[in-house]
Structure formats: structure tokens, C-alpha cells
């Protein structure tokens, strides 16, 4: 079973996620900004990361910049999940090295998708 990481500081997206992706087969560990998401996976083994971008202490970008710095994450599948849908901000989530971008709202079984996607063209079987 493949574990998932998901950032995100508001509770109500970051439970309805969990959920999501629970529901998909996948163990989720939770947590409510970027940093707390870096402490735990320095405890955890995490196959794929789900980031919001607004988040206190370590936004998603600066999460995504620090995992693509750490060669055991460097190529960990990262997809930028937040209400930020605006050119520039889906350019910087890629610019900064984040493998997908999914704006809120999003439709459950496209999340779902992304992730399979990003789990077989990525991670090794």
C-alpha cells in the first residue's frame, strides 16, 4: 500500500483529501502546513505528496523546493492541490519542481486519477 502525504492548514479540505485518497486504497498521513509535512517524513516513509500551496511555517512551494534538494525525495511525485488557479501560480508549482496542479474545487475521481497517473508514471511498480 503506497503512502501519501497531504499539506494542507484548512481541516475541512485536508480531512475531505485524507478521505479521497483512504478510500482509494492509499495510507495518508496528515499535516497542517509544509513544515509539519517535512518533520513526518523524516519519521515516515512517503511514496507521493498532495501540497496545498497557502500554508503557514513552509508553503507548498517552499515544501516542494526542500524535497527536490533531498536526494531520498528528489524524485518523489509532488501534486500542487489549492485554490490558486491563476497562470503564473500553476508555473511557479512546476518551476519549483511539483509533478501536477489540480485547482480546488476538484471533482473527487479526478484527484484520484491524478494521483494513479502520477503513481504509475513514476513510482516503480
Known sequence: MRTIIVADDDSMFRELVT???????YKVLAAEDGL????????QKVDLA????????MDGL???KKIRG???YKDLPV???????????QVAGYDRGADDYLTKPFD????LTRV???ERRILPQ
Open 36 to 43: 509539519a509535512a517535512w518533520n513526518l517524513m523524516q519519521k
Open 70 to 72: 533531498d536526494a531520498r
Open 62 to 64: 517552499e515544501l516542494t
Open 116 to 118: 494513479k497517473v502520477l
Open 79 to 89: 501534486l500542487m492541490l489549492t485554490i490558486r488557479a491563476l497562470i503564473e501560480d
Open 19 to 25: 478521505e479521497i485518497l483512504k478510500q482509494g486504497g
Open 50 to 57: 498532495v501540497l496545498d500551496l497557502n500554508m503557514p511555517n
Open 108 to 111: 473527487n475521481k479526478m484527484l
